[in-house]
């Protein structure tokens, strides 16, 4: 099959229940102070090469778990976008 996972997924419905992309977004969105102590962390890596290579790793978590997986849940259940949320 040459359609991705997720897409194929999207196409069939979706197959997460809504009450577990609430909770699974919920627990991304409060990674994000995490990444950011991460992120600063890093600078106190005084060999450049480490530290770009640890800056490197986190920077593909954060792409995973910050775009990947919400933007997953964001096509299933678009009410669910951090982006648009109201306060």
């Not at 359609?3 to 069939?12: L, T, Y």
């Not at 977004?25 to 090469?49: C, H, K, V």
Request: charged share 30%; hydrophobic share 40%.
């Amino acid at each position: 099959m040459d359609i991705p996972i997720s897409k194929w997924n999207i196409q069939q419905g979706g197959v997460m229940k809504r009450d577990t992309a609430m909770v699974l977004m919920d627990a991304l969105q409060r990674l994000n102070p995490s990444f950011n102590e991460l992120t600063s962390i890093t600078y106190q890596i005084e060999d450049e090469t480490e530290r770009k290579f640890i800056r490197r790793q986190i920077a593909n978590a954060m792409q995973s778990l910050g775009y990947e997986i919400v933007m997953h849940i964001v096509r299933q259940f678009p009410d669910l976008d951090p982006d648009k949320k109201v306060e």
